[in-house]
């Protein structure tokens, strides 16, 4: 049976090499600690048991610290650097029509929930399509 625990582990392992994924690593080492549980002991369910189990405390333990090393830090794009920013309304904002602002030196079409008139400092929250979402910063006295 040790065998057949084995050829498992090894197709599982081949598995993983080819999707690179993290999906199939944690049943193959389930497999492979089957294996050396069925050289001393015959029964299935045990063997079954000590795979099941195996499995999922090496998913437990190994999927968080693979997922730390694994992710990379995301930089942002020129899109995504804008939101949070403030900016400057050039052409005026109504509900119904998109206005325009000026955000990091380039113009953008921007829409809003309100009337924002021009000239006026906006936050910007969001890209909706080649929209900026914005709201009117107030300022204080």
Known sequence: MSELWLALCIIL???????INLVSIWFAIGA???SITSLFIDQIMIQVGVFVIVSIL???AIRPLAKKFFSSNNVKTNLDRVVGKIGI?????????PGEVKVDGKRWTAISDKKIKKDSKVEILA????KLLVKEVKEED
């Open 32 to 34: 492979l600690a089957a």
């Open 13 to 19: 392992v081949i598995i993983e090499c080819a999707t």
């Open 89 to 97: 309304v050039t052409e005026e904002i109504s509900k119904l029509n």
């Open 127 to 130: 890209i909706e399509g080649v």
């Open 58 to 60: 090496s998913f437990l």
